[in-house]
């Protein structure tokens, strides 16, 4: 399953990967199309056989804080918006941890992965009042030890961290609060803690993958100690390369020996409407994880030319163009303008003959302006081109005959603006078209 690995119309952001048994399941916040705010009032789950990731079962709405048009909601005491939760398995049992916008956070249980979770209690602490941002408990992740032992993490633009009572999963221990648990970072990286916790324990070695400031990014800190001190190692994926940038929240899984790091991309050119991406990483030796590019694959290892290929798996855009949603079965690029680039990583186009051609076809739509797509290999603006389509004022379909291809390859398609004259300038700032989906054929 290419990026986004979900089907495209779902929108699950700061996506937990978690492996129960031989599933993986995804929980994350919920934004909706079209959105002016982050998430909504519900948690959705999602799950797939680690056998087979391009196929993925929905398990609907698990956890609510208004009622829906099925259930009511969970929670007594608060009706605002739902973020970022964690769920994790003690004792045969499933303990989903939940933030609320500026309520109490709280903790659900549940038989299953995919619940039904029901409220099990808000958190209970002797901690300050003010720590963990009121009671809180933004963003929370939250670690299992192999002794048993439970601990969480949390914050916003501070960062904290406590043990749960692993007798009632609930209620934060005296004497284990800290504050402060990452170090400052170096001053060549970004500023600091953001938000976005999330723990995970590696062999003998404790991970912390937050979000630093600016929050496009996904870095990471380890300790030999659970409750710290965290040392600063680096960063994992950025969001903003080339891309429309915004918050980033993921994390670490490994799934058949393979590691996989977790994140989310915006789209409709806001910071919400976010969807879930993955990529491959290595983690070395010394622990260190070297950062890895956006890429369109998702969990394939390679994308298929030869297969109709969805405009909005898109890994870099630049110039202003964005991916939108027209409805539930259709998004496109859009405010497509001159010198605007859509990039796809990677293509393996198998072992052809490069003295012969294929053909190129898109589905777009003009939008009353002359253009023209360029087709280019492996680099934005260095890159060999294989050809170009014109793009009429109301074209529904382009295509091209491109030089033959083989081998690997990014492809990026440029857009330009084909008027003439002294004011084609005006024509630079015009929507060009809107790209559906494109093709190669031998």
Request: glycine share 8%; hydrophobic share 30%.
């Amino acid at each position: 399953m290419p990026n986004p690995y979900l089907p495209n119309w779902e929108y699950i952001p700061d996506g937990e990967p978690r492996l129960f048994g031989n599933r993986l399941y995804i929980y994350g916040s919920h934004d909706n199309p079209a959105s002016d705010h982050f998430c909504d009032y519900r948690l959705k789950a999602w799950s797939a056989s680690v056998d087979n990731l391009s196929h993925w079962t929905c398990h609907g709405d698990i956890f609510r804080t208004r009622d829906t048009r099925d259930c009511p909601a969970d929670t007594s005491w608060s009706h605002n918006l739902l973020y970022a939760p964690d769920v994790v398995e003690k004792d045969g049992r499933y303990y989903l941890y939940a933030y609320i916008l500026n309520g109490k956070g709280c903790v659900a249980v549940a038989d299953r992965p995919e619940g039904p979770f029901e409220i099990l209690s808000t958190y209970q602490y002797h901690v300050p009042e003010e720590a963990c941002d009121q009671g809180q408990f933004i963003d929370p992740g939250v670690l299992v030890d192999d002794d048993g032992k439970v601990y969480i993490y949390c914050g916003y633009t501070r960062s904290y961290m406590a043990q749960i009572n692993e007798e009632n999963m609930y209620e934060i221990l005296d004497d284990t609060f800290q504050e402060h648990i990452l170090p400052a970072l170096p001053l060549e990286e970004p500023a600091g803690f953001f938000e976005a916790c999330s723990p995970r324990k590696i062999g003998d070695t404790y991970y912390l993958i937050y979000s630093p400031n600016p929050g496009s990014r996904l870095a990471y800190a380890t300790s030999r100690n659970p409750m710290g001190p965290f040392d600063y190692r680096g960063y994992i994926v950025d969001n903003s390369q080339s891309y429309p940038a915004g918050n980033n929240h993921g994390s670490l899984c490994q799934i058949k020996g393979q590691w996989y790091i977790f994140y989310h991309r915006m789209t409709n050119g806001t910071l919400m409407s976010r969807r879930g991406c993955v990529e491959k990483v290595t983690i070395m030796e010394d622990g260190s994880i070297p950062t890895v590019e956006m890429t369109s694959l998702g969990f394939e290892e390679s994308l298929n030319p030869y297969e109709i290929t969805p405009a909005d798996i898109a890994c870099y855009l630049t110039g202003g163009c964005m991916i939108t949603e027209i409805n539930i079965f259709t998004r496109v690029i859009t405010n497509i303008k001159h010198q605007c680039v859509m990039g796809y990583k990677y293509f393996d186009f198998g072992e052809c003959n490069t003295n012969h051609t294929m053909k190129f076809f898109a589905s777009l739509r003009g939008c009353g302006c002359k253009a023209r797509l360029r087709i280019l290999l492996d680099d934005p603006e260095r890159g060999k081109e294989i050809g170009s389509c014109p793009v009429d004022t109301d074209t529904q379909r382009v295509s091209a005959t491109v030089q033959g291809t083989s081998g690997r390859h990014a492809i990026f398609l440029v857009a330009e603006s084909a008027a003439e004259g002294c004011f084609a300038g005006m024509f630079q700032e015009r929507n060009l078209f809107d790209l559906e989906k494109f093709v190669f054929v031998k």
